[in-house]
């Protein structure tokens, strides 16, 4: 069975920094691209970034680019997200997904459940 | 960047009745070589993740009831529940993943009238 089960949400203060991680179990993890995507309270689903199931590339949405940085370690079978310089428009609860192939250009088939980011004094 | 708009943005069907959603994308996610839509539906009821129910625009997810259906090509898209039943309350998004950044629609709530 496909797990996927996100931590390190948390209250952050405007500018501070926090390191997401997406433990992945039930599935060979380097066989696929893994993405994250956030939904702020009462919003829809922003997508964020993907990285390929090697590692060797990613991509970012414009608003996130050069402040988040998405990243995996296969043999931990884990997916990153290290989130610099928070502002409140990046509260939400942040998804990770796995996609049902190794490059990006897949449909988003198993979710995890989600963890949430306060970024507030 | 591709942008997805869908329409309505809520809607309220009798049980029983039709639904229909529809998504349209600022440029074709068609890719030619393959004749593939690179268009997905989800589903997100209130306090839980998404979860696919159509991908390739018209291919329906394992496991998922076949009173759900995808149809269009190009740029215009429709997800129809054919007799909605009390579970379908969610809201449902489409997304592109033709290209970077694989954005969503802005979703469509359903209800039940």
């Known amino acids: 069975e496909v797990q996927l089960l996100e931590s390190g949400g948390g209250l952050v203060q405007p500018g501070g920094s926090l390191r997401l991680s997406c433990a992945a179990s039930?599935?060979?993890?380097?066989?696929?691209?893994m993405s994250w995507v956030r939904q702020a309270p009462g919003k829809g689903l922003e997508w964020v970034s993907v990285?390929?199931?090697?590692?060797?590339?990613?991509y970012y949405a414009a608003s996130v680019k050069g402040q988040f940085t998405i990243s995996r370690d296969n043999s931990k079978n884990t997916l990153y997200l290290q989130m610099n310089s928070l502002r409140a428009e990046d509260t939400a609860v942040y998804y990770c997904?796995?996609?049902?192939?190794?490059?990006?250009?897949?449909?988003?088939?198993?979710w995890g459940q989600g963890t949430l980011v306060t970024v507030s004094s | 960047d591709i942008v997805m708009t869908q329409s309505p943005d809520s809607l309220a069907v009798s049980l029983g009745e039709r639904a229909t959603i529809n998504c349209k994308s600022s440029q074709s996610v068609l890719y030619s070589s393959n004749n593939k839509n690179y268009l997905a539906w989800y589903q997100q009821k209130p306090g839980q993740p998404p979860k696919l129910l159509i991908y390739?625009?018209?291919t329906r997810e394992s496991g998922v009831p076949d009173r759900f259906s995808g149809s269009g090509s190009g740029t215009d898209f429709t997800l129809t529940i054919s007799s909605l039943q009390a579970a379908d309350v969610a809201a449902y998004y489409c997304q592109q993943y033709y290209t970077g950044p694989f954005t969503f629609g802005q979703g469509t709530k359903l209800e039940i009238k």
């Open positions: 390739w625009a018209s």
């Open positions: 039930g599935f060979t993890f380097s066989s696929y691209a």
């Open positions: 997904a796995r996609l049902s192939g190794a490059s990006y250009y897949s449909a988003y088939g198993y």
């Open positions: 990285i390929s199931g090697g590692g060797d590339s990613t």
